[in-house]
């Protein structure tokens, strides 16, 4: 629990230093992500959707249900095992992303930032809550948010290709940006949240002996092959 309160706290430090550090640049950085050449904008709008919940939520949520039967229909002990490991797999995608999305759509409705194709009318600072208008949704980014919780799982999973799945999210945040659908710091508080569920979501299945264990320090680590045969 120590551990998680930690991390917690340096995440939303981190959060508040890079928004606030982002925000007052917000308008330059955006036009000028915006005004570079045509065939960088336009590999940004062929990949920015990777960063889209809802193909994430299928996927894990169709693996998930492909696991389970699995696991039921059969008799064999192996096969047994990696429909379960399949299953916590996927379990920790969705609710990661899931949960990601859930808090994420909930903060745009609240703040309701107007987003970068209105800078004209009103501003990069313009808040506009529980108009519940996608014109009015710009922070944080959800595509970030989503980026952030499903990269920030392969992080924690396989700790040793962490900093290449944090550069993928980051390609996808900066996406946003270079499109014109957000803010930097919107893309900021989106990754750093998608990141945070990931870690808290990881907590919560190291408790429960399902993918991770807790380390000597009580942070959440993948566990081996072999010890994943007892999970339930």
Known sequence: MNQALASTGWILLTTLILVLALAPLDPQLSQWAQ?????IVDFNRTITDIGSAAWMIYASAFLLLIAFI??????????????????????YFLL??????????????????????LFADY????????????LFESFPSGHSTAAGAF???????????RPL??????????????????????????LLLGLWVAVMVAFVFARQ????????????????????????
Do not use: C
């Open 35 to 39: 005004g570079l050449p045509d065939e």
């Open 70 to 91: 699995a696991r039921r229909a059969s008799s064999q002990d192996a096969v047994r095992h990696k429909a379960r490991t399949a299953r916590n797999l996927s379990a």
């Open 96 to 117: 990661t992303v899931g949960t990601a999305s859930t808090v994420v759509h909930g903060l745009k409705f609240l703040i309701g930032r107007a987003r970068p194709e």
């Open 123 to 134: 501003g990069a600072y313009s808040l506009s809550p529980f108009t519940g208008e996608w």
């Open 151 to 161: 990269f920030g799982a392969f992080a924690m999973l396989v700790p040793q290709l």
């Open 165 to 190: 799945f944090l550069v993928m999210a980051l390609v996808i945040g900066i996406s946003r940006v270079i499109v014109g659908a957000h803010y930097p710091s919107d893309v900021a508080a989106g």
């Open 209 to 232: 002996g399902w993918l991770f264990r807790l380390d000597a320090g009580g942070w959440p680590a993948p566990k081996n092959a072999s010890s994943q045969q007892g999970d339930k």
